[in-house]
């Protein structure tokens, strides 16, 4: 199953790179790679990257359940469903700023996708 969100990602990658052909397109897959995260909205079954600077403990892959959360150290469970990798880096920024880290960087990349196509927003 994890082999098959990898395969789909790289389709989407693949569909939003297609205008590369032309030489007048600007053509940066990390510029394309970005936007298809920045559109994609988190679902049951998708793994996640999160990254706060300074806190190992806490910077780990972490998995999105059934109802659509992950459990993150120190302030338990948070709804992630619906939305993006950025409003996920907001969301948790919020809730350690609140009693456990002063000022929190933190950071989420899409690890895997149980389906791409279908959390695209258009």
Known sequence: MVRW???AIDALISALLSGCASPTTDCRPEIELETAQRLY???AGDR???TVLGQRELSKN????????I??????????????????ERVIA???????IRNPK???QIEGS???FENVVQ
């Open 5 to 7: 969100r990898i395969v």
């Open 41 to 43: 909205t988190l679902a």
């Open 48 to 50: 996640l990257r999160v």
């Open 62 to 69: 972490y998995f999105v359940d059934r109802a659509g959360r």
């Open 71 to 88: 459990a993150f150290p120190l302030i338990g469970f948070v709804k992630v469903q619906g939305l993006s990798a950025a409003a996920v």
């Open 94 to 100: 919020a809730r350690l700023r609140d009693g456990y």
């Open 106 to 108: 933190v950071t989420v």
């Open 114 to 116: 149980q389906s791409p």
